[in-house]
């Protein structure tokens, strides 16, 4: 699984979480439990990890919804 976004933003995560959805990329949600537990405060961010072996796919999926400035470096 490779990290494609970071954020605190739920609103933002659930909405990429429904493009790769859609698209049928296997995607997940890691660290909600941990967001959870600290509370409001917002110093712990969530990540959508998706599918590695279709992480460009999935790139090119979210820059298309205009979301590509919240995108992580791609890691090789």
Do not use: W, Y
């Not at 999926?61 to 890691?75: F, M, N, S």
């Amino acid at each position: 699984m490779h990290e494609i976004i970071r954020s605190n933003d739920v609103v933002l995560l659930s909405f990429a979480e429904s493009l790769m959805k859609d698209a049928g990329i296997s995607c997940m949600i890691a660290d909600q439990s941990m967001s959870i537990l600290e509370g409001s405060l917002g110093m712990l961010a969530r990540r959508l990890l998706v599918e590695s072996d279709r992480a460009d796919e999935a790139r090119r999926i979210l820059t298309d919804a205009g979301l590509g400035d919240e995108l992580r470096d791609p890691v090789n």
